[in-house]
């Protein structure tokens, strides 16, 4: 079993940052994946981010290359999403998933087998 806990999230203005984190625990002994994703009030659950168990590879939604950063801790069990020039679109959940099933990084949310319970972004205009 992993247990994932996100923190980090609050209230940004607009151009503002935030970085979220996304503590793992458990069997971290074992490679995995992981993935950002976020959810916003009455829309699916998209994906943000991932990178691979090296932190070598890194991957982004659109909407978000150039603003947002994905990196990794392995000691520290612990995956970072910095989070800059925030807009108010980027308002929602944020959720991270670990991935043991495969390495492969995949923008699907129902391939991670692990989630943490969110942490809610929210950006004011």
């Known amino acids: 079993q992993v247990q994932l806990v996100e923190s980090g999230g609050g209230l940004a203005p607009a151009g503002g940052s935030l970085r979220l984190s996304c503590a793992a625990s458990g069997r971290t002994a074992s490679p995995y994946v992981v993935g950002w994703f976020r959810q916003a009030l009455r829309k699916e659950r998209e994906f943000v981010a991932g990178i691979s168990w090296s932190g070598g590879s890194t991957y982004y939604a659109d909407s978000v290359k150039g603003r947002f950063t994905v990196s990794r801790d392995n000691v520290k069990n612990t995956v970072y999403l910095q989070m800059n020039s925030l807009r108010p679109e980027d308002t929602a959940v944020y959720y991270c998933?670990?991935?043991?099933?495969?390495?492969?990084?995949?923008?699907?949310?129902?391939?991670?087998?692990?989630w943490g319970q969110g942490t809610q972004v929210t950006v004011s205009s």
């Open positions: 998933g670990a991935r043991f099933s495969s390495l492969a990084v995949t923008t699907s949310n129902q391939e991670y087998d692990y």
